[in-house]
T-cell receptor
């Protein structure tokens, strides 16, 4: 069964540094998402992306965050200047049809900010 | 705004015991409801879903019924196995003209099944 793949599985970064989290959605999917889960808390929506632009974003997704689909397969989340509170598990998801298909999730990237 | 509330964990059961994980929701419209499961070291996997009132989602022996009158979507399984040990997330997404919105999750309930 096709999978959403995320790299790296664990990223350790110094506070203030930029970090890029990478995702390869399922190949024929059109809608892409990032969620995050701070340890012990809920999984929270960050941003959705369709047709090469952001379709929705939460208030968490401020100017420090950006997303990009640089080629036909990758979908990236960039945090420009990381803060301690950005430490979390970040999940990428994709779906082919927002009306009828569920979102398929990757295994996540654990981001640790020191 | 929309929200999902799940029973607090962890839940510890013996093998073959009956499982219920309660989930209630608050939504302004007519959401779709989901249960996702996260096995240790893995991502979120869809377990089951229901898209309208009175629908029953089922998979791998798990069931949940969309109850609009009680705004609930409780997860049940008649006989749990050790392999069911995982974290279970209840979630909803609003439907906008036939298109699903983004997922809103509960906090998750950790289930441990002992042999």
């Amino acid at each position: 069964e096709p999978e959403v793949t995320q790299t790296p599985s664990h990223q350790v970064t110094q506070m203030g540094q930029e970090v890029i989290l990478r995702c390869v959605p399922i190949s024929n999917h059109l809608y892409f998402y990032w969620y995050r889960q701070i340890l012990g808390q809920k999984v929270e929506f960050l941003v959705s992306f369709y047709n090469n632009e952001i379709s929705e974003k939460s208030e968490i997704f401020d100017d420090q965050f950006s997303v990009e689909r640089p080629d036909g397969s990758n979908f990236t989340l960039k945090i420009r200047s990381t803060k301690l509170e950005d430490s979390a598990m970040y999940f990428c998801a994709s779906t082919g049809d927002r009306g009828n298909q569920p979102q398929h999730f990757g295994d996540g990237t654990r981001l640790s900010i020191l | 705004g929309d929200s999902v509330t799940q029973m607090e964990g962890p839940v510890t059961l013996s093998e073959e015991a009956f499982l219920t994980i309660n989930c209630t929701y608050t939504a302004t419209g007519y959401p779709s409801l989901f249960w996702y499961v996260q096995y240790p070291g893995e991502g979120l996997q869809l377990l089951l879903k229901a898209t309208k009132a009175d629908d029953k989602g089922s998979n791998k022996g798990f069931e949940a019924t969309y109850r609009k009158e009680t705004t609930s979507f409780h997860l049940e399984k008649g006989s749990v196995q050790v392999s069911d040990s995982a974290v279970y997330f209840c979630a909803l997404s609003e439907n906008y003209g036939g298109s699903q919105g983004n997922l809103i999750f509960g906090k998750g309930t950790k289930l441990s099944v002992k042999p």
